[in-house]
């Protein structure tokens, strides 16, 4: 226990005093639908950047400005007034996903209402939910303290929901007076169960596509059977070329730079309550299957995957249609882990097809994305101090897990920035994020905001900023 | 030679004088629009069917009927007052195909005119020309002769062009009436160069769809990838099982009813003229690849084939879309040669396909076509005979061949009424069949109908009727 786990009453007053206040305007916020994918809500887009900023502004943040790019704007705000403490820029995204199909919702999506001791509405989880309890948190230190812990960068943006096509372009351009010392986003869950988790990390992506070509036109399959290559057949050996039957992925050099999971990663990995027929039975699959040798959470977070996404050639209707189709392509994509680099393993499989495409065909292969995999691990300070935090907001020490899937987002603040990511967010696992219903359990908001606020204590005390 | 050989002077000047009032007929013909497929047409297909009719009683055939079917009739007519000779079934189809893309027809396709020395207009080839030609050789005999050499059973439908869905049923209801020795179907095309040549053999055809199933919605690859089977990927290893790098089938069985080619088979598929470049480059494929050991022609004549026809799962659209399919399907076919059976080959395939998939996905294999292999050897009598007339009236004697496409009702005259086939076609290579400017080799034509004269003259003393 350090000194900033002592309580800090006028705080702890102040949060329970302004728990109605603070729900009020967390509806305000989820009323408007900021759907950043779909032109007819450019406006509302703009309004929820606006009503930030407004709300920004008003709890004392500092040059605050509605920040233009080629899309919705980026909503940039700091205070830094404490000289010898870390600098956070804290991320979060304010778009929301779209609502379709409307008729599954129990209430209309942009009309929060709480139930069963959620806020029920679209954005509540994902993610204006977790920038409104930064806000608060904020609001908070300020209104009791009038100063905070540690120097912060606010960076909201309203493109996250379509893949952040002008976040990078802005972080580059304003690098310079973006210095920090860690990146906090807050977009991500608890884990099953609604147990605290800290997201330790997450998977990276090479996406491909893999053209075969034939003939000019698709051939008569009686005529021209035995004398050719059939495209489609030749799609399928190349991708059988690409994963064996165990899972584990040919590509020569594929795995050289994977770095292999410490004993004290696997524990991690061992203390997650999962339950695999649970899991299997959910996803609805005939089994679970894969790389020997790992867990399924292992599998899903710690360990590089090749999957088809997509494949087409030939004749695809009802019946029969006797022909070699001209050709047939493939989307082939690999989730990756550190230190694996998009681009490099693009060139490693651009090479191993081209070794293992058959004579009769051309095949090419073109990068159609890449995103670098992230990792701030257990043992790192910043890490250490979110774990005190929820700890003391929950009630117990987070898990620690990897997430599968890819936050672009967060390897830009690596790479471009180059700070240490942690991600703290507050979500419950059930919050139905993109689809119908999505909810944030109220217990998680108001404990969150409580965790955020102890998170800045922690990192002042945690995390020495950088000369 | 044999006495047959000697020329019937007043045949010949029977179809030198009517050559003109033949074209007029044959023109007549062609400008019925008889698209079978269309139903706007389907008037049209009946008045070709009557005209038929009407042709076959005025030049003396008897029993003449336009017999129903649940689609487009089938006419049919038959002379048997040849007590000692054998009795052949003669068919053809006067169905043609539609004729779009309109534009690119140098003239009106129900419009013939005659150009090059050629008939230009639908269905000139493929089928009404072949059709005209037996029965002006049919005219000219019993004008000149009043009788015939054999008996002769005329069946001409039209439906062949949508794959003859109701001829089958009509030959099994007709059995006890359709006696016979052998078919001839006038329906295939001489060789490359126009070069005279009859066609031995038709390949069969088994066609399946192999269905391959994981979660029953897609799954983000990201949040699941590394934990399940990716149907597209299980797909395409099940592929891979079922054809070598070199061409060569690995399904368990499948080659074990091929029968060998002789020496004699492969001494006439080396004497086919028949350039490799130049055909590559006609069809436009990278290169010419299949099975070791044997010729291009071999490959595509007399070898068996497994080709993909379509394949489909997942995401197809542009950009990259992050899933695992739900399910993933290909349709597979194999042409067959003699005596491989289709259905046989369907459950050797189904029982490869369950012992190959993988775990974690539900693959199911079904069926969706059928049809028989065909070959009539060189050296039956009734072959004999028809390259012997196909000398005469040519100058040289014909080329064999075997066809890597398939002709169902061939398979059905043999498999039904237990008759050896022989394609005896006079249709040109180039003559656009399917496609705008369709054509017939009026040489062709007029030769045809002597070669045809010529073959129930052959037959006669060349194949012994049934006791």
């Known amino acids: 226990m350090t000194e900033t786990h002592s309580p800090d009453a006028a705080l ?17 916020f989820l009323r408007i639908p900021s759907v950043g994918a779909l032109p007819e809500h450019a406006g509302d887009v703009r309004r929820a950047a606006e009503a930030i900023a407004d709300d920004l502004r008003t709890i004392g943040i500092e040059h605050v400005e509605v920040s233009e790019t080629a899309g919705h704007p980026i909503v940039y705000g700091d205070w830094l007034h404490a000289p010898d403490a870390p600098t956070v820029i804290v991320y979060g995204h304010y778009d929301v996903q779209p609502v379709d199909p409307l008729d599954l919702w129990e209430s209309p999506p942009f009309e929060p209402v709480i139930r069963d001791g959620r806020m029920l509405a679209r954005g509540a989880a994902d993610d204006k939910g977790q920038i409104q309890m930064h806000l608060r948190a904020v609001e908070a230190l300020l209104a009791t303290r009038s100063r ?14 379509s893949s952040s096509p002008n976040l990078e372009p802005w972080l580059r351009a304003n690098r310079e007076r973006l210095s920090a010392d860690v990146a906090v986003i807050s977009d991500t869950s608890f884990f099953d169960g609604n147990i605290p988790a800290i997201t330790l990390a997450l998977r990276g ?8 070509t034939g003939a000019p036109v698709d051939l008569h399959s009686g005529t021209h059977g035995g004398a050719v290559e059939n495209p489609a057949n030749a799609l399928a050996g190349i991708i059988t070329g690409l994963k064996g039957p165990d899972g584990s992925i040919l590509i020569p050099g594929f795995y050289d730079d994977v770095v292999p999971l410490s004993d004290a990663d696997r524990a991690a990995f061992a203390e997650l309550p999962f339950d695999e027929d649970a899991y299997s039975e959910a996803i609805g699959a ?15 977070g710690a360990r590089p995957t090749l999957d088809v996404n997509g494949i087409w050639g030939g004749f695809q209707g009802d019946g029969a249609k006797t022909i070699i189709p001209a050709h047939a392509h493939a989307k082939v994509s690999c989730r990756l ?5 998009p681009d490099h393993i693009f060139e490693l499989l651009r090479e191993h097809v081209e070794r293992i495409a058959p004579a009769g065909v051309r095949t090419t292969v073109r990068l159609l994305g890449a995103g670098r995999p992230s990792l701030t691990p257990m043992d790192h300070p910043a890490t250490k101090a979110a774990a005190r935090a929820i700890e003391r907001a929950f009630g117990r020490p987070p898990l620690y897990f990897r997430e599968g899937g890819s936050i672009p987002v967060c390897a830009s603040f690596e790479s471009i920035l180059g700070l240490p990511v942690v991600l703290a967010g507050f979500a419950n696992p059930d919050d139905n994020a993109h689809a119908p219903n999505e909810s944030l359990v109220l217990d998680n908001f108001e404990r969150g905001i409580r965790a955020i606020t102890y998170l800045w204590d922690e990192l002042a005390a945690g995390v020495e900023p950088r000369p």
């Open 337 to 341: 882990v550190v230190d694996q680099d």
């Open 205 to 212: 992506m090479m996406y491909a596509q893999i053209d075969v």
């Open 12 to 28: 702890e007053q102040y949060l329970d005093a302004h728990r109605d206040v603070r729900i009020a305007s967390f509806e305000a």
């Open 148 to 161: 905070l812990p540690v120097n912060l960068r606010f960076v909201f943006e309203g493109e996250e929901e």
């Open 286 to 300: 005939p089994g679970l299957v894969g790389e020997p040798g790992y867990s399924v959470l292992e599998r899903r």
